[in-house]
């Protein structure tokens, strides 16, 4: 684990962090304002909720990425894209992911979403398709 971001706060933009390991990095002072590149990176445990000065991470890529564990919590991903990133236990609760690009059902039913988690309208198609066999988070959506 580093101490990237903990110092003062800094700003990434046009940032290619592609195949890098960041894993457990805290990166609450790191505010990436546009075209940061996280594909195939390892995230895992990152925080990211304190991140970004603001309450919002855009124009990302987090395609193939390991988001395993990280914490979005009340964050609005605007223009990111998730294909293929893997989800298991990020923590998505009273995020704003409707402007998330490549997003599935599948990859969200790992992580941890609430009643204010706003999703984006292909998963809430996705969720009333199938509410039949969807997690009980899902049946508000339904």
Request: glycine fraction near 4%; charge should be negative.
């Amino acid at each position: 684990m580093s101490d990237f971001g903990k110092g003062k706060p800094i700003e990434i933009a046009n940032g290619n962090f592609e195949e890098a390991d960041l894993s457990k990095d805290s990166l609450t002072k790191v505010r990436f304002s546009t075209l940061t590149n996280f594909k195939d990176a390892n995230l895992t445990s990152v925080n990211f909720s304190k991140s970004n000065q603001s309450d919002r991470i855009s124009d990302c890529s987090f395609e193939n990425a390991d988001l395993t564990g990280p914490r979005f919590v009340g964050k609005a991903l605007a223009d990111v894209t998730m294909e293929g990133a893997v989800l298991d236990g990020t923590d998505f609760r009273q995020a704003d992911l409707r402007n998330a690009h490549d997003l599935t059902l599948e990859q969200l039913k790992t992580a941890k979403v609430d009643r204010q988690t706003q999703l984006p309208n292909n998963v809430i198609a996705e969720i009333k398709a199938t509410r039949d066999k969807m997690p009980e988070w899902t049946a508000e959506f339904a």
